[in-house]
């Protein structure tokens, strides 16, 4: 009986210092998941990395998932290097569960993608029609994750694009191509502006050339549908592309285009759009990709000397509004605009207007003064600083 409990008491030493062993990995786990959520994820607008620890039965499994397999392989590597033993059940996007169906395009003039797989969540953002996109997961209600080429991750419906395949998706790129010019207009049934509608469009579409036949384009949509566009309301991308040469007046003439548009939360297009909607859908149609909100933004491009005021902007400066840090708070990046000259500035506020920064003027806003936080100049760092050409984004090649 005697060496009996002598052998229990020595189990049961055991099994508390396994299960304290796991508690002290556990930390150390999270500690590490931590570490390399802020190296390689730290926006989790741009980036999936959600990784759970848990601890059933005094074993640490890992589970989740990102679709960043660099970080997954860095925390495997790391917990290895540490000796702790784990279960690995994180899954790298894109789901397993879609095939080989992992990309797609935008379907719809302008398809509405937003914070959660559900119609009636907020609206994050929108991509517009001929937009190529990658497919992370399917969710629930016909709500897919996807990404699009300015990085953002949210949830698009699947009325909103046609899924396809690599070698589809590759065909749709390399495809010839219009762009709709217009700020709104129509894809036709026949060769005849008095005929059925098939779509709407609206500035910055992108369609599949067919043929051209007479006044009109004839095109095809994502998923094959196929209709007729002006040819007065729109270009040949190709040609279109190729002759852009984006200046400050050409981003201004483009921003003019836009006045009195009313500001939607989320929006990126020509039927409503929020203030770095409106600053990103302007720089895309001079051939310019910008990251989706103003607080992405204000980290590209280059910045500009204000502190002794407005000499040294350049019509298409990029001015970032907000809360200055203080203390313990961070500085909050809440508003863009896009610079014109002497003062005055272009912006999607309540609808897109003009404002300035010269109190002689009627429109002078003391508002967006003291909110004023600091300038950039886009134009100039076109192919670094976190500013691409669209060819030159990996979605569009």
């Not at 998941?33 to 959600?50: G, L």
């Not at 749709?172 to 217009?182: E, H, L, N, V």
């Not at 190709?238 to 050409?250: A, C, F, H, M, R």
């Not at 005055?344 to 300035?356: M, T, Y």
């Amino acid at each position: 009986m005697k060496y009996i409990l002598i052998a229990l008491l020595i189990l049961i030493t055991i099994s508390n210092s396994l299960y304290s062993q796991v508690n002290t990995d556990m930390e150390k786990v999270k500690t590490i998941i931590n570490q390399i959520k802020e190296k390689f994820a730290p926006d989790k607008r741009v980036a999936v990395f959600n990784i759970e620890v848990t601890k059933p039965e005094k074993k640490i499994i890992l589970s989740g998932e990102t679709n960043l397999p660099e970080a997954k392989k860095e925390l495997i590597r790391i917990l290895d290097g540490e000796a702790i033993k784990f279960e690995d059940k994180i899954e790298v996007l894109p789901s397993k569960e879609l095939g080989d169906k992992i990309y797609g395009v935008i379907n719809l003039s302008v398809s509405n993608i937003r914070t959660n797989p559900d119609h009636p969540a907020e609206l994050s953002t929108q991509s517009l029609l001929g937009t190529p996109i990658k497919v992370l997961k399917k969710g629930k209600w016909g709500f897919y994750q996807v990404q699009t080429p300015d990085g953002y991750i949210s949830w698009l419906d699947d009325d909103g694009f046609q899924l396809m395949n690599e070698s589809e998706w590759n065909e749709w790129k390399k495809s010839d191509k219009i762009i709709y010019t217009t700020e709104f207009g129509w894809a036709y049934e026949k060769a005849d502006k008095n005929s059925q509608h098939i779509s709407d469009l609206v500035a910055g579409n992108l369609l599949k050339l067919i043929k051209e036949e007479s006044d009109f384009y004839f095109v095809e949509f994502p998923d094959k549908r196929t209709a007729y566009v002006l040819k007065s309301e729109s270009e040949l991308f190709n040609k279109w592309y190729s002759s852009l040469n984006p200046t400050g007046e050409s981003i201004l003439s483009t921003a003019y285009r836009f006045m009195g548009v009313p500001y939607l939360w989320g929006g990126t297009s020509s039927k409503g759009m929020d203030c770095s909607g409106f600053t990103k859908t302007v720089y895309f149609l001079n051939g310019i990709i910008l990251p989706r909100d103003a607080s992405q933004q204000v980290h590209t491009g280059e910045l500009i000397d204000t502190n002794n005021g407005w000499e040294n902007l350049q019509a298409g400066d990029l001015l970032f509004f907000g809360s200055k840090a203080n203390g313990d708070k961070k500085e909050r990046i809440t508003h863009v605009a896009i610079y014109i000259g002497d003062g005055d500035f272009i912006h999607a506020s309540g609808r897109v207007r003009i404002n300035s920064f010269n109190k002689e003027k009627p429109y002078y806003s003391g508002y967006r003064e003291s909110g004023f936080i600091r300038a950039k100049r886009i134009l100039t760092s076109v192919g670094k600083n976190g500013i691409e050409k669209i060819l030159d984004n990996e979605f569009y090649k």
